[in-house]
């Protein structure tokens, strides 16, 4: 490593410090990785770690074995590949938070005749758009209650149809598709709605209006939704008396590390005024770095198809590389972005309103991340597993073979996350390797959560720690199984007991724990959706099974062209050519015929 650190070039880039297993430690990035790596070091009388940098930094050093390198064209650039890779390959001593998210924004494109708010969260092309946003949560509530309040045009079908409908019968609509309104009056209502989503006062009183209407007509369920909406919007931002006259519009962010958490508050202020907020918790880390967590946290909310960017980013805490990440930011959306850490002035409040919240949501009690802290604490995971993906596969005696990754993100089913894969390996231990290893060529377009839950016992961890070592990649894993007694798996009712197998060993946990019962969850929900997916191929392929036996194929045919192509869909897309060539011609032409 020395050697290497003494032949680096001059250039901008970034560096990796691997440990003797090969294990990635750090990602680093410099605008002249001589320099900045050669800093981390003492060369005479010995080489050691530089006694100046902080403990996190030392501790890495001390494991270090290796270090490796990629030279790129500019500092911003350099910036830019540190924090993806850090996304993807999750570091030791990189700081790690789970922030990904993108979040919604109501729009309206003013180009049209009569046009409509929808959500978006990525740019619309249009030359009118108008962004309102972003909603963490309660965006939805907020877009509802203007089709609610207002008689907008409620489908984007409504026009084309060119007559009136149920819309129209129910005063929810003024029927624009048969020109009972003109644009001129349409657009008076659509300023209405413009001012309501900064003055929600105004839906949240029409809002309420109705609630008390539906509940005089008994019509309960209507009122409930409209008391939930109204809840949904007065929840959008935090109680603030904060309200700047000069029509600021700036994205506040405030990090914290506590002692058995840490958190992010984003504040939203549009126009002087906040207009919503969110948060999110990463895991207590004594390696805590503020320079990389705002970095990270910034890079990661502006990716380059967000759409809208404020000029004015103020952060709680000033940052090392605030004029490179500020920098970085004006290149990606062509428009110049200050990052500031005000100090005095009306932006103190916001600062102050933002490590407030900070505040009070490390000392508030969250339910939901109780369970997630105590399985980071009983396995000593890299970080708090707010994201899991849990694998299973399914079969029945090597027909239709299937996987499933099942996904649990921030205490709820992520069902759009959900994936699953025909597999064609004919042993357990070969789909679970072809499962992971999809999994994994995937993690450059959807990164790897927090933890992996497989279904099965030693053997599947072991295969995953070492796919995973394989691609450098630092991903907490473990595994579920029954016990087993005379080397099967024992089941006998009442009596079966699942085991957790770790990299550190064996644990088995009371019936009653808590943290089995979680795990358990993600188990059943993977077993539950690759069974589904099995026996749906299942009924598909016994139906093409079926079909071909009466078309004359028989039992030892079918298995010859099953172990020959693997799966019925790569038999249907064979040529004549190889069809013939496995089961001569007269089979390959009834497989046609059937397929045709």
């Not at 967000?306 to 970085?328: G, N």
């Not at 996987?403 to 996350?417: F, L, P, R, S, T």
């Not at 595994?479 to 197998?501: C, Q, V």
């Amino acid at each position: 490593m020395q050697s290497t650190i003494k032949n680096l070039p001059i250039l901008a880039g970034v560096y990796q410090y691997f440990d003797a297993a090969g294990k990635l430690l750090y990602v680093g990035k410099a605008k002249n990785l001589k320099n900045r790596v050669k800093s981390y070091w003492r060369f005479v009388p010995d080489f050691t770690p530089n006694p100046t940098l902080s403990t996190r930094i030392i501790k890495m050093l001390h494991e270090a074995y290796s270090l490796e390198y990629i030279i790129v064209e500019t500092e911003e650039d350099a910036l830019i590949l540190e924090n993806s890779l850090i996304k993807q390959l999750k570091p030791k001593y990189n700081i790690l938070l789970r922030d990904d998210k993108t979040y919604p924004y109501i729009y309206l494109d003013e180009s049209l005749e009569y046009p409509r708010f929808e959500i978006t969260r990525k740019i619309v092309k249009g030359k009118k758009i108008t962004y309102y946003g972003p909603f963490p949560s309660g965006g939805k509530a907020l877009f509802d209650a203007l089709y609610e309040v207002y008689p907008l045009i409620q489908k984007k079908s409504c026009l084309k149809g060119g007559r009136a409908c149920l819309f129209y019968q129910i005063k929810k609509c003024l029927a624009p598709c048969e020109g009972k309104i003109s644009p001129k009056e349409y657009a008076r209502i659509i300023e209405e709605a413009k001012i309501s989503i900064h003055k929600r006062n105004r839906l949240i009183l029409a809002l309420e209006k109705k609630m008390a209407q539906f509940a005089l007509q008994e019509r309960f369920e209507e009122a409930a939704k409209m008391r939930d909406m109204v809840k949904s919007i007065a929840a959008l931002a935090p109680v603030s008396n904060v309200d700047l006259a000069n029509s600021l519009d700036a994205d506040i962010f405030a990090i914290q590390n506590g002692e058995e958490r840490g958190v992010i508050v984003k504040l939203f202020m549009r126009g002087g005024k906040i207009i919503s907020s969110s948060y999110s918790y990463f895991r207590h880390t004594h390696i805590f770095d503020a320079n990389e967590a705002y970095k990270q946290a910034l890079l990661e909310f502006y990716p380059p198809d967000v759409p809208r960017v404020c000029k004015t980013i103020l952060t709680a805490h000033t940052f090392e590389d605030s004029e490179q990440v500020a920098h970085a930011l004006s290149m990606r959306f062509d428009k110049k972005i200050k990052i500031l850490c005000p100090k005095r002035g009306p932006k103190v409040k916001l600062i102050a309103l933002a490590m407030q919240n900070c505040d009070e949501l490390l000392r508030k009690q969250d339910n939901h991340a109780i369970i997630e802290q105590k399985i980071a604490d009983l396995f000593d995971l890299n970080t708090i597993p707010y994201r899991i993906e849990t694998f299973d596969n399914s079969h029945m005696m090597g027909t239709a073979v299937v996987g499933g990754m099942v996904v649990w993100n921030e205490n709820h089913w992520d069902k759009k996350a959900y994936r699953r894969y025909e597999l064609h390996e004919r042993d357990e231990y070969g789909q679970m390797r072809e499962l992971l290893s999809r999994r994994i060529a995937d993690f450059a377009k959807n990164p790897p959560p927090d933890l992996w839950i497989l279904d099965g016992g030693q053997a599947n961890l072991n295969l995953a720690i070492q796919l995973l070592k394989q691609t450098k990649i630092n991903l907490d894993v473990i595994a579920i199984a029954k016990e087993k007694l005379d080397a099967k798996a024992h089941r006998a009712k009442g009596a079966a007991k699942d085991l957790i197998y770790t990299p550190q060993g064996v644990i088995e946990l009371q019936s009653s724990d808590k943290r089995l019962h979680w795990i358990q969850r993600q188990r059943d929900e993977a077993h539950r959706y690759a069974a589904a997916y099995h026996q749906n191929k299942k009924r598909k392929e016994d139906v093409q099974i079926s079909l071909l036996n009466q078309k004359g194929v028989g039992k030892a045919t079918l298995k010859k062209l099953i172990d020959y192509f693997g799966t019925f869909e790569a038999i249907q897309n064979a040529s004549l050519e190889e069809l013939e060539n496995v089961a001569g011609k007269n089979i390959a032409l009834i497989i046609r015929n059937c397929n045709s």
